[in-house]
Nanobody
């Protein structure tokens, strides 16, 4: 099984910045993708960013977010600046990985971490 542990988040003032981190552990054979999603109250979960040779960012965070992945430690981080109240949401780490016990790749989700942007 694959476990994801997120850290970071909390209450941030508008214009501030934050850093979220996610560590994947367990019976991991290979990770094919790591990224972040978010879900605001009353809205669907949406992509924030996916790591890669050319990271993919959603339009609302483009220019304000930086995703980084450490393949040696199976961690992914998300740095966000110039935060806005509309960035308020629960942020979820997402990993697509192949476990040691299987032959396919599966989607794994973290427990979510609350980010609130408010003065």
């Amino acid at each position: 099984q694959v476990q994801l542990v997120e850290s970071g988040g909390g209450l941030v003032q508008p214009g501030g910045s934050l850093r979220l981190s996610c560590a994947a552990s367990g019976s991991i054979f290979r990770i094919s993708a790591m990224g972040w999603y978010r879900q605001a109250p009353g809205k669907q979960r949406e992509l924030v960013a996916i790591s890669g040779n050319i990271p993919n960012y959603s339009d609302p965070v483009k220019g304000r977010a930086t995703i980084s992945r450490d393949t040696a430690t199976n961690t992914v981080s998300l740095q966000m600046t110039s935060l806005k109240p509309e960035d308020t949401a629960v942020y979820y780490c997402n990993v697509v990985a192949r476990p040691n016990s299987g032959s396919g790749y599966y989607n794994y989700w973290g427990q979510g971490t609350q980010v609130t942007v408010s003065s």
